[in-house]
């Protein structure tokens, strides 16, 4: 626990109002959107600067404290979850947009901006940020980076680490270091804005962020294929690849998650359909036309049983409004959902599909499977029962076994959730030995006294 | 006492409590989150803090309670929810297995248990005040004046409208029949609300004038009283909520349809069943009730079907530039959202102007704002800059209480904008 006169020390820099010590406001703290953990802090703070941040960062490592840095807490691994106690730090009070160019096309964000907020901003002026966790709604641009989001227009636009330009980070003892710079091309020294991107808060709290931005493109059309059988849904998708066209999304639903979006909204989805596939091409509007036709003669050929292309926005809203309905489809199903994000090479998809019914079956447990297929990032997520021991350890098991197969297919452990707390146990397989090592080398630099997001990313050392 | 009396009233809506997946998209749309930016202050922080309650590791505390009251009930969160969850009523049970176990603390408890079910005692005290007011507050703008001191405790230096000094119960007769020469087409209550009753009887007389003219019989029964929206969904008082209801269900049990210019009572009126309802005839009268009960706009669209003709502009709103905002009860609460716009839209030499963000929350809430004036000025300020926007002349809605928190608003930030009741543009 700390003492009541290091919280006092804490109000002094920030300001009483955004130090938070009562038992209630440390409840309110102690989760993320991860199901299966939770730990209370011992104090939250929300800073408004990168100076507090940074006096905060100072009298933390003084006493070695721990820091979990926190957005808007919807990490699905764990990552924001003070599992050592200590302090929360949290950014959602540092939420200025501090610079749009639209000439050199970059902006400059503060930690806290909702990545909503940002997409609505950068709309008005024909922007776009492409990385679109489905979590914008509520996730900040800190995290964002911090876990290297990515999202459906990953496919074809590529995850957050393609848009980070540079970054302002508090380091451990308090320096405000700046890194990278405000042009698309910067081969100065080491990529350190790339350390940072996907360091899940355990290497410095990020305090400004520069990126990348893209024109909006100006047209986009909406395709879904639905298909009797999901691995042919899948080979699908890289006959859509290999046929020279990138669309901007490819989204792959599973029946269950067809009839459970149907049953929350219904919006005349196929309940009857084994899986669909859910596309969309973007760019000059008569480019859009042509590849769209495409898409759905390849979709045609590859055994889709129907096809639709929306007619308009509004359609292809409702459509969409579908794929982003999944996320509530599955996490409100069960009482535990042990959602992964796997991902692997995409010829491997209708392999990995095959692997999870087959899983399915073998431990008796609920698999929907859901995600950006086009880039080969599956959520599959086992629905238990924390509370069923039986229950919940068969689901484990066939948790583990997906995690096998999608390694065994040269799959990696997490496509864009991060490792966080949910997926550490499997790191040692998944990575080599002496990287792992390394990543801790470089921990140890950054943060000697180990109070940056403690017990993340790696297991410790019992 | 035993968890399940203790938490007899959140068990009840256990399938919400749970159904909360905690991924956070509340915080996007959540007015009180928008301001303070801390997870307590949002549905589901509020959703935790109630599970950490019945599992034993937090208590009915002051700070407890505070997080309970610190929301508007606008079910943002519910409508923007990817699992559905009504966390709202989750908040509005907590709060009333804290009353059962806690009570109803100082000066409240006189207000919800003892003024608020004695109409006629109520509306002396009110009348009472509005002396004082006259002595005492010096007439700030028109016949707004800061709220004189018994209602001033609560209203903290407020603008609102003066308390009329005739009540429209005192100056209407029970039966209102059509005019000579137009037939009676169908009979309803008008169940009249506190404000409408002791702030805009105007307002009152307006709407039974527009009916009548329509074919409509309207009773105004003197039974009736407080709809009870700020005793059992604002305070957790489910006890003296349930004789508001027993009250109105008596005063309205011959008409056929009652009807309400206040979203906040309407949709009170219809959360009898949901909350109230204890024992099997409760369950049965308080379910007839709701389904008689209609929301004015909803009433001339759907039941009366009056052709657009009888859309005509008030001489307020004739020529003028109008813009609508959605009460929380009418848009997400009762799902009231085309009604009121296509009533606006029928009316001719007058335009309507969308404002961004419509059914945003005005921050107004009954007792929340009571509670929390700072915070609720800050939330209607948001709603304040979107009728700027419009450069409308007129913001209608269909709430007296947003009423009062947009004319608080226009005046706080120098607006000439006119606050008017959706039937105040009908001639």
């Keep these: 626990m700390i003492k009541s006169e290091y919280i006092a020390k804490l109000k002094k820099i920030v300001g009483k109002e955004s130090v938070l010590s009562s038992k209630e406001d440390l409840t309110a703290y102690s989760y993320d959107a991860t199901t299966t953990w939770a730990h209370m802090p011992d104090v939250v703070v929300l800073p408004t600067t990168s100076k507090q941040v940074s006096q905060i960062l100072k009298l933390a490592d003084e006493d070695k404290i721990p820091v979990t840095p926190r957005g808007g807490g919807t990490n699905v691994s764990g990552g924001s979850i003070p599992i050592k106690g200590g302090i929360v730090l949290c950014t959602t009070k540092m939420n200025k947009i501090l610079e749009i160019n639209k000439a050199n096309l970059h902006a400059i964000v503060e930690p806290g901006v909702v990545l909503q907020d940002f997409n609505t901003v950068l709309a008005k002026q024909g922007l776009f940020f492409p990385p679109d966790p489905q979590s914008f709604l509520g996730c900040t641009m800190g995290g964002v980076v911090a876990e290297n989001a990515g999202g459906p227009c990953c496919l074809k636009y590529g995850v957050t680490k393609q848009y980070t330009l540079g970054l302002e980070v508090v380091l451990a003892n308090g320096y405000i270091m700046k890194i990278g710079g405000l042009t698309t091309k910067n081969r100065t020294g080491y990529e350190l804005a790339m350390l940072f991107t996907g360091s899940e808060g355990t290497l410095g709290v990020i305090t400004k962020i520069t990126l990348r931005l893209l024109p909006m493109p100006p047209a986009s059309k909406t395709i879904m294929a639905v298909y009797d059988d999901m691995a042919i849904a899948g080979e699908a998708i890289s006959s859509i690849l290999s046929n020279g066209v990138i669309p901007s999304k490819i989204e792959f639903i599973d029946n269950w998650g067809i009839r459970r979006i149907e049953e929350l909204t219904p919006m005349d989805l196929p309940v009857e359909a084994n899986a669909l596939l859910l596309l969309e091409s973007d760019g000059i509007q008569t480019a859009v036309e042509a590849e769209a036709q495409q898409i759905a003669h390849i979709c045609k050929r590859s055994g889709a049983k129907g096809i639709t292309l929306a007619k308009d926005q509004a359609e292809a809203d409702r459509l969409w409004k579908a794929r982003s309905g999944c996320f509530g489809a599955v996490f409100s199903a069960a009482r535990t959902v042990l959602s992964e994000d796997i991902a692997v090479p995409r010829d491997k998809i209708p392999q990995f599909i095959q692997s999870c019914e087959e899983i399915s079956r073998k431990y008796g447990v609920v698999i929907p499977l859901i995600g950006h297929a086009g880039d080969g990032n599956m959520h599959p997520s086992v629905l238990t029962d924390q509370r069923d021991t039986e229950h919940f350890g068969e689901a484990r098991k066939a948790m583990d076994e997906i995690f096998e197969t999608a390694l065994s297919l040269g799959g990696v452990l997490s496509g864009e959730h991060g490792i966080g707390l949910e997926k550490q146990r499997f790191l040692k397989k998944a990575m080599d030995p002496v990287a792992i090592e390394i990543m801790k080398k470089i921990k140890g630099i950054l943060d000697p006294n180990n109070i940056l997001n403690p017990g993340k990313i790696w297991e410790e050392e019992a | ?427």
Excluded at chain 2, 87 to 111: C, E, L, M, Q, T
Excluded at chain 2, 129 to 156: C, D, T, V, Y
Excluded at chain 2, 369 to 375: A, G, K, R, T
């Design chain 2, 1 to 427: 006492m035993a968890i399940e009396t203790k938490f007899e009233e959140i068990k009840r809506f256990e399938s919400d409590l749970e159904q909360c997946i905690k991924c956070g998209f509340c915080t996007f749309c959540c007015p009180v989150y928008q301001e303070e930016h801390i997870e307590s202050s949002v549905a589901r922080g509020k959703n935790m803090l109630i599970r950490a309650l019945l599992a034993g590791d937090l208590e009915y505390t002051k700070e407890f309670a505070d997080h309970l009251n610190k929301c508007t009930l606008c079910m943002a969160c519910t409508e923007n929810c990817p699992a559905k969850a009504q966390i709202p009523n989750v908040i509005v049970a907590a709060r009333a297995d804290k009353v059962r176990v806690k009570g109803v603390s100082f000066p409240y408890n006189i207000i919800y248990q003892w003024l608020l079910p004695h109409r006629t005692f109520f509306g002396n005290t009110v009348r009472f005040a509005s002396w004082f007011q006259g002595i005492f507050m010096p007439k700030a703008e028109g016949n707004i004046r800061h709220l004189s001191f018994f209602l001033s405790a609560l209203g903290k230096g407020r603008h609102i409208p003066e308390i009329a000094p005739r009540f429209l119960r005192q100056t209407v007769p029970i039966v209102n029949q059509p005019p000579a020469g137009v037939k009676t087409k169908i009979k309803v209550g008008y169940f009249t609300g506190c404000m409408t009753d002791f702030v805009f009887p105007d307002l009152g007389k307006h709407i039974i004038n527009f009916l009548s003219k329509n074919g409509v019989e309207v009773i105004v029964p003197k039974k009736q009283g407080c709809c009870g929206a700020p005793v059992f969904l604002g305070a957790g008082d489910f006890a003296t909520g349930r004789k508001l209801a027993d009250t109105n269900v008596k005063a309205f049990e011959h008409v056929d349809y009652i009807i309400s210019d206040c979203a906040t009572c309407t949709s009170a009126l219809k959360d009898y069943p949901q909350f109230l309802a204890d024992t099997p005839e409760r369950i049965e009268a308080y379910a007839k009730f709701a389904d008689k009960v209609y929301d004015i706009s909803q009433f001339l669209i759907d039941v009366l079907k009056l052709p657009t003709s009888a859309y005509r502009p008030s001489v307020e709103a004739r020529g003028k530039k109008v813009t609508w905002h959605d009460p929380c009860h009418l848009s997400r609460h009762l799902g009231i959202k085309s009604q009121p716009r296509q009533i606006i839209q029928s009316i001719p030499d007058m335009r309507y102007i969308e404002m961004a963000d419509a059914n945003r929350c005005c921050g107004m809430a009954g007792t929340f704002s009571l509670y929390y004036y700072e915070l609720s000025k800050k939330i209607a300020d948001k709603k304040m800059q979107a009728v700027k926007a419009t450069g409308a002349d007129i913001v209608a809605t269909s709430c007296p209480g947003c009423m009062i928190q947009l004319i608080d608003g226009a005046i706080r930030n120098g607006m000439p904008v006119r606050v008017m009741h959706i039937m105040e543009l009908l001639d």
